[in-house]
């Protein structure tokens, strides 16, 4: 009896964890579902995620309003096979055997719903790319 392929782990990072790595986390998990761990954190967390994040996101039928920031740790970057940076510069730690990518995006914090689509839609492409990289099924179009 074989045993399951292990899932990948992604972590998404951002300065505060309350905008555009809490919308790429939200996006990989409705996506790919059990298939993928998802993780985010943030070198210097905000108390809260964005409101205009979470309108955003409801907009597009995913509901992060129970999410809380989490601050960035070296074991979160330790455990992910997949390192997602999303404007932390420098402070996110790098690991050997890691794979690192570093998407460039708007961001979303201090501005209203009308400027966090855009950032929201970019950042819902590059998931589905990601998926489409790691040969992880995406969810059944119907």
């Not at 009896?1 to 919308?23: D, E, I, K």
């Not at 409101?51 to 740790?73: C, H, N, R, Y």
């Not at 690192?100 to 209203?112: I, S």
Request: aromatic share 4%.
């Amino acid at each position: 009896m074989s045993a399951p392929a292990p899932r990948a782990s992604v972590l998404f990072v951002c300065v505060h964890n309350a905008g555009r790595s809490q919308m790429g986390a939200a996006f990989l998990t409705h996506l790919a579902g059990r298939h993928v761990e998802v993780r985010s954190a943030g070198s210097a967390p905000a108390h809260t995620v964005n409101p205009a994040v979470v309108e955003a996101m409801k907009e597009v039928g995913i509901d992060i309003s129970a999410q809380q920031p989490k601050i960035l740790t070296t074991e979160a970057v330790r455990s992910s096979d997949v390192v997602i940076t999303m404007g932390c510069g420098d402070t996110c730690p790098v690991f050997p055997g890691k794979r690192y990518l570093d998407w460039q995006l708007d961001d979303p914090a201090g501005q209203g719903v009308d400027a966090v689509r855009p950032v929201r839609d970019q950042i819902e492409q590059r998931v589905r790319g990601l998926l489409a990289e790691l040969g992880i099924p995406g969810p059944a179009s119907g």
